[in-house]
């Protein structure tokens, strides 16, 4: 089965302060992970993905994460966090072969930046 | 171009009763997904459906059912309401069978 830990359900950092918030997933084989933000009464908005190649992903509004595979992690990072930036964070995992085709969420991390 | 559109918005039911939530995938997107998401937890996986076919099925009771429409739209169904049903309900599309998915707004279920 797989899954996905999201350690910290807070994370708080002053605006202008570079911001990580952390995943580690476990899954059969090679993985494929994502990143998501959710606003308040909001849905899902995709941030950015790793499928295969580079280690380091960047995605939408400066956020980028970093594919570890020895450690099993892909954690969210930010140089510079912005107010606008304070959301939830799901990371999510699905496997790149087999019959699970779903994506399994963590339990998401609540971002807070104070001005 | 539209994203994932979902209806309706706001529902509230009591115990008991039978719902049906829709959604419209992005045009040209032949898969979706159904997640339910109750208030503080990740997403939980309910439905994909591929080509009209059901391609995966979550850890839910048989209450759940749905289907997708020859222009892949897809309805969920859940009858006999539980107040644990009470959540969020998303639904997501993709090219093909999940590398990403966009999501809708989903529908928030109320159940008295």
């Known amino acids: 089965a797989q899954s996905v830990a999201q350690p910290e359900d807070q994370v708080n950092v002053a605006e202008g302060n570079p911001l990580t918030v952390k995943c580690t997933y476990s899954v059969s084989g090679n993985p494929y992970l994502f990143w998501y933000v959710q606003y308040p009464n909001r849905g899902l908005q995709f941030l950015l993905k790793y499928i295969t190649g580079d280690n380091l992903v960047k995605g939408s509004y400066g956020f980028e994460a970093e594919f570890n595979k020895s450690q099993t992690s892909f954690h969210l990072k930010k140089p510079s966090a912005l107010v606008s930036d304070s959301a939830l964070y799901f990371c999510?995992?699905?496997?790149?072969?087999?019959?699970?085709?779903?994506?399994?969420f963590g339990s998401g991390t609540q971002l807070t930046v104070l001005p | 171009d539209a994203g994932v559109t979902q209806s309706p918005t706001h529902l509230i039911k009591t115990r008991g009763q039978q719902v049906t939530l829709r959604c419209s995938p992005i045009s040209g997107h032949k898969s979706v997904s159904w997640y339910q998401q109750v208030l503080g937890q990740g997403p939980q996986f309910i439905f994909q459906y591929y080509e009209k076919e059901e391609r995966g099925r979550g850890n839910f009771p048989d209450r759940f059912s749905a289907r997708q429409f020859p222009n892949y739209s897809s309805e969920l169904n859940v009858n006999a309401l539980l107040l644990g049903d009470s959540a969020l309900y998303l639904c997501?599309?993709?090219?093909?069978?999940?590398?990403?998915?966009?999501f809708g707004p989903g529908t928030r279920l109320t159940v008295t």
């Open positions: 999510a995992v699905r496997a790149s072969s087999g019959s699970a085709r779903q994506l399994t």
């Open positions: 997501a599309s993709s090219l093909e069978l999940v590398v990403g998915a966009d």
